[in-house]
C-alpha cells in the first residue's frame, strides 16, 4: 500500500486555499489509477494574518484526508515545507504552492515516474509551452537551471519549480534545508550531487492571482548564493576550478600573442600590451591558485564527510589518476624550466644582450617558478589529505583482515 503525502505551504492565501484543496482532493481518483492507494493531504499555515487556517480548518473538519497545521508565527516557506516533511507518513512526499499557479491534476504522472524509480521528480515549468510565467522570472529560471546543470553535470530545466514528488527516504540525504524560497532551487542542488535520480515532467504553469511574495532581485540573489555555497559544500573544485581554468586561458591567450609578436620581431610594448602581459602573469598565478584551492577543498570536504573524494572537473574524470596527483611532476617540470629559462636569460645578458630584447624572458621565467612552486606544495597537501582520507579504511582493513 503506497501513500502520497501532499504538503501545502500557505501565507495569508484566503483567497484561494480552498480551492487548491478542493482540487488535491480531487486527484484521489487518478492517484489510484496511478497506484497510489492513499492520499494524505497536510496544509501548514504558516502564521497566517488573515482566514486562511480557518477556511483549510472547515474543510478538514469534513475530510479525514486533510489535515491543517499552524506555526504561531511566520518562519517561511521553506521552514512550512520542513515542518510538513517531518509530519508526513507517505512513501511518497509532495508539494505544491497554494496560490494555484502549479496543476494538482499532474501528481499522477509524477507519481508514476517516482514508482518508475526516479529519487526526485520536478514539475518542470520551463519543457510545456503552456506556461503563463513574466518575462523576468523565466529569464531568471533559465539562468539558475543552466547555472545547475553547468555546476551539477546534469541536465536540468527548472530548479526552482515548486511542484515536486519524492521518496521520504531521501530526505536524510538532501537535508539540511533553508527556510526560505530558496529550498527548492538548494534541494534540486543537493540532489543532483547525492547522485539521485532525477526525473522532469512537462507541467503548465499559470499566472498567479494577486501580488508575488518573490522579489526577482532580492530572492535571486539569495538563491544564487545558496546554490554556490551548497555547490561548495559538496564539490568546491567545479567552481573553483572553473574560474582557475578561465583565469589560466586568459593568460595563454596573452601569452600566445605575445610570442607571435616576438617572432614577427616587436621588441617594444605600448600601454595595452603592459597591461596585457601583467595580467597574463596575474591571471596565471590566480588561475593555478583557485585551481589548486578547488581540489584542496575537495580533500576536505571527503575527510569531514567520510566520503569518497569526488574527482572530475566536469562531472567526471578524464585521466585513469586524478589530475592533482600529477602536479607534483607537472610542477618540478614548469619550475625547472623556469629557472634553465633564467639561467640562459642571465648569460644572455651578461653576453650583452640588451634589456629590451630579454626583458620577457625573465617574466616568463619568474611566472613559471611561482607556477611550479605552487603545483608542488598542492601536491604535498593532496597527498597528505588523501593518505588522512584513507587512514579509517586501512585501519578497518588491518582490524579485520580477509583470509
Not at 517516482?114 to 515549468?125: K, N, P, Q, T
Amino acid at each position: 500500500m503506497t501513500t502520497l503525502t501532499i504538503v501545502i505551504p500557505a501565507y495569508n492565501e484566503e483567497n484561494g486555499i480552498a480551492t487548491i484543496i478542493e482540487r488535491v482532493l480531487a486527484v484521489r481518483p487518478d492517484l489510484r489509477d496511478a497506484c497510489i492507494d492513499k492520499l494524505e493531504l497536510l496544509v501548514v499555515n504558516d502564521g497566517s494574518r488573515d482566514k486562511t487556517a480557518a477556511i483549510a480548518q472547515e474543510i478538514a473538519d469534513k475530510d479525514p484526508d486533510l489535515k491543517v497545521i499552524s506555526h504561531p508565527k511566520n518562519r517561511g516557506y521553506g521552514a512550512a515545507l520542513k515542518t510538513g516533511f517531518a509530519m508526513a507518513t507517505g512513501e511518497l512526499v509532495g508539494f505544491l504552492d497554494a496560490d494555484g499557479t502549479y496543476p494538482p491534476e499532474y501528481f499522477p504522472q509524477l507519481c508514476r515516474a517516482a514508482l518508475d524509480g526516479g529519487d526526485i521528480v520536478i514539475g518542470s515549468r520551463m519543457m510545456g509551452s503552456d506556461s503563463k510565467m513574466p518575462v523576468t522570472r523565466r529569464i531568471g529560471n533559465i539562468f539558475f537551471a543552466t547555472l545547475l546543470s553547468v555546476l551539477g553535470a546534469q541536465r536540468v530545466t527548472d530548479s526552482a519549480s515548486g511542484m515536486r514528488v519524492f521518496k521520504r527516504s531521501i530526505l536524510a540525504r538532501i537535508f539540511p534545508l533553508p527556510d526560505g524560497l530558496n529550498l527548492t532551487p538548494v534541494m534540486s542542488t543537493r540532489a543532483l550531487h547525492e547522485n539521485l535520480k532525477v526525473i522532469e515532467i512537462a507541467i503548465p504553469y499559470s499566472e498567479r492571482l494577486g501580488r508575488s511574495k518573490l522579489s526577482v532581485v532580492r530572492d535571486g540573489k539569495i538563491f544564487l548564493e545558496s546554490m554556490l555555497w551548497t555547490v561548495l559544500s559538496y564539490n568546491p573544485v567545479r567552481i573553483f576550478g572553473m574560474l582557475g581554468l578561465v583565469g589560466i586561458l586568459l593568460a595563454a591567450l596573452v601569452v600566445t600573442g605575445l610570442v607571435i609578436a616576438r617572432a614577427n620581431g616587436s621588441t617594444v610594448l605600448g600601454p595595452w600590451g603592459i597591461v596585457a602581459l601583467f595580467s597574463a602573469l596575474v591571471n596565471s598565478v590566480v588561475g593555478i591558485s583557485l585551481f589548486t584551492l578547488g581540489t584542496t577543498f575537495n580533500y576536505l570536504v571527503s575527510l569531514f564527510y567520510d566520503t569518497p573524494i569526488r574527482q572530475g572537473l566536469f562531472g567526471r574524470p578524464l585521466l585513469k589518476t586524478p589530475l592533482e596527483l600529477h602536479f607534483g611532476w607537472i610542477g618540478l617540470v614548469v619550475f625547472l624550466s623556469g629557472t634553465i629559462m633564467a639561467f640562459v636569460t642571465l648569460v644572455l645578458g651578461l653576453n650583452g644582450w640588451e634589456m629590451n630584447r630579454i626583458w620577457l624572458y625573465l617574466l616568463g621565467s619568474a611566472m613559471m617558478t611561482l607556477v611550479g612552486v605552487q603545483l608542488m606544495i598542492n601536491w604535498f597537501l593532496v597527498r597528505i589529505l588523501g593518505e588522512l582520507s584513507k587512514r579509517g579504511e586501512s585501519a578497518d582493513k588491518d582490524l579485520h583482515p580477509a583470509f
